[in-house]
Each structure stands twice: as structure tokens, then as C-alpha cells.
């Protein structure tokens, strides 16, 4: 059973168009969150959710919007895509000072 | 200024060549500091938590160890499937997310 899992797996779409990423995890956890990895492998908080509520929303452009339905569920929707967001986005999820859990990543090209 | 550092950012090694990984931190009040695996195209999985200095833990080939400024990744005997980018990782406030350092990419070679 996938703990993590984020779809769709590849994002392939052009400057100006609005997309969406969906994250969901089995794991019971109260913690969820968005990381983004730059082409250099760095990982770097964007959002983070606990039990539906917005707990830190780091320095993102306001094109990003995260939305949590409910505690198992994290999805990202990001309008008028710019060239500079083409990355590799990460869920996760955590219980108190737990380890993350990671998904296997969404890689996001912007043409 | 980086909060976490890792180095060095790869690392070539020799089948069963010792080696280790280093990630220095500024934060004060560490809560805990984490090792990851991250494998191309796979997200971070899992390795250690070492919460306090002189806290050592272990599996199969890596060892981890923690001072109050920094942790060390040991490889012993390397194999070939060791080769991935390891990531470190401190959460040192309630309330915040897990800050990475860069990693640093191993390969080993047969």
C-alpha cells in the first residue's frame, strides 16, 4: 500500500495555463505539506498543513494555492504557470516531530 | 546564510571504500535531524533521527552520529546500491517544517 502517493506522476503544459496536483496519504498523519526540489536537488518548504488548517506558507507566489479537504488530502493548484516553476513537487506527511513520509514526486514542465 | 550544510556535495567511491558525509547546522534548540535516501526519480525515504549530541545510530552499512553542531553519514564498505543522494535534514522549532541541506550525491563504483 502506497503511504504517499501524488498524481498525476508527470505535468507537461505551457506558460499561462492553470494546473493541479493531488496528494493523499493513508498513514493516519495530522501533517501534510508541499515541498518544492529545484534542478539541484534542493528542497525547500512551500506549504504546510496540520489537521486542515494553514500553518506555514513560505515565500510563494501567490499563483500557488494549496486547498486541504480534509486531513488525508493536500492538493496544490497553481495558476498562470511561469517557466520558473518547472521543478519536482513532493508531498509529505508527518505525526508531531515524526519522520516526513514522502510521495514519489510530480515533475512539473513548463514550456 | 544556509542553516543546513552538507559536504561534500558528491562523492566518488571505490567498491568497499569507507567514507563519510558531514551536515553542519546553525539552528539552536534542534529538535531532531534526519537523514534521507533519495533515489533518481523517488522521493526522500527515510534513514535516521538523532535528536541529541552523542546519539549514534545504525543500519547495515550507515552510521549516524550527531554533536551539537553537526552529523555524520559513515559508509562502511560501500556497495554499489549504496549510490543515491543522501539528504540531512533539522527541525528545530513547533510549528515549522523539516529544513534540508543540499545533499550529496554518492556513487560507488564495482
Known amino acids: 500500500d502506497t503511504a504517499v502517493s501524488q498524481t498525476p506522476k508527470y505535468l507537461v503544459t505551457q506558460m499561462g495555463n492553470d494546473k493541479s496536483i493531488k496528494c493523499e496519504q493513508n498513514l493516519g498523519h495530522d501533517t501534510m505539506y508541499w515541498y518544492k526540489q529545484d534542478s539541484k536537488k534542493f528542497l525547500k518548504i512551500m506549504f504546510s498543513?496540520?489537521?486542515?488548517?494553514?500553518?506555514i506558507n513560505e515565500t510563494v507566489p501567490n499563483r500557488f494555492s494549496p486547498k486541504s479537504p480534509d486531513k488525508a488530502h493536500l492538493n496544490l493548484h497553481i495558476n498562470s504557470l511561469e517557466l520558473g516553476d518547472s521543478a519536482v513537487y513532493f508531498c509529505a506527511s508527518s505525526q508531531s516531530d515524526s519522520p516526513l513520509h514522502f510521495g514519489n514526486g510530480t515533475r512539473l514542465t513548463v514550456t | 546564510e544556509d542553516q543546513v550544510t552538507q559536504s561534500p556535495e558528491a562523492l566518488r567511491l571505490q567498491e568497499g571504500e569507507s567514507s563519510s558525509l558531514n551536515c553542519s547546522y546553525t539552528v539552536s534548540g534542534l529538535r531532531g535531524l534526519f537523514w534521507y535516501r533519495q533515489d533518481p526519480g523517488k522521493g526522500p525515504e527515510f534513514l535516521f533521527t538523532l535528536y541529541s549530541a552523542g546519539e549514534e545510530k545504525e543500519k547495515e552499512r550507515l552510521k549516524a552520529t550527531l554533536t551539537k553542531k553537526e552529523s555524520f553519514l559513515h559508509i562502511t564498505a560501500p556497495k554499489p546500491e549504496d549510490s543515491a543522494t543522501y539528504l540531512c535534514a533539522v527541525f528545530w522549532q513547533a510549528g515549522t517544517a523539516l529544513i534540508f541541506g543540499k545533499g550529496t550525491t554518492l556513487s560507488v563504483s564495482s
Open positions: 498543513y496540520n489537521n486542515k488548517e494553514l500553518i
